[in-house]
């Protein structure tokens, strides 16, 4: 039997102290990322519907190509964001135990966007080749916004009952 990783939150965890879900609620990087994460599944949608047309019939290789970069952008700016968050709340900008799996699969999706900049600026993918490395991107995109949806979804049901006028809800 292997031991237990000390990065690693135990099942069934809380997925926050409650220090840490004071810090999470008072910092600004929260609505931060609150407002960032739907503005880049806009783009993310927006893109993926030029990419697709682009593959399906040759036509907008340069507005899915911008669209690609734009994600990219948004992307990056997600990940800093987040790595600031995750400094406040947790006291370490990557690999809090709480958000451990999220943020390895994130660097894998940061790993791929990156790779796509890379090959369209040194040249070394033609444009169908691009749109599916893209494609890739995004497809790795989807699995990781499911998981941080998921914790969302956890940290909701684990959050203290609402009170109004004094009596629990």
């Not at 031991?3 to 004071?22: D, F, K, N």
């Not at 609505?31 to 893109?47: E, M, N, T």
């Not at 947790?90 to 809090?96: D, K, N, P, R």
């Not at 691009?130 to 989807?142: D, F, K, P, Q, S």
Request: with cysteine.
């Amino acid at each position: 039997m292997l031991p237990e990783s000390p990065r690693l939150q135990p099942i069934g965890a809380a997925l926050y102290t409650p220090q840490e879900r004071q810090r999470r609620d008072a910092s600004v990087w929260t609505v931060v990322q609150g407002v960032l994460a739907p503005v880049q599944f806009l783009v993310f949608l927006v893109s993926l519907g030029l990419v697709l047309r682009f593959l399906l019939n040759g036509e907008g290789a340069q507005a899915a190509t911008l669209s690609v970069v734009v994600k990219t952008l948004t992307l990056y700016a997600i990940m800093l964001t987040g790595c600031i968050w995750e400094k406040v709340v947790f006291g370490q900008y990557l690999f809090a135990p709480a958000f451990y799996w999220e943020d390895v699969f994130s660097m894998a999706v940061l790993t791929l966007h990156t790779a796509y900049l890379l090959a369209l600026f040194n040249g070394w993918l033609d444009a169908r080749g691009l749109m599916w490395l893209a494609l890739t991107a995004y497809a790795a995109y989807v699995i990781n916004a499911g998981q941080f949806l998921y914790k969302l979804r956890m940290a909701r049901l684990q959050s203290p009952p609402a009170v109004a006028s004094g009596v629990v809800a």
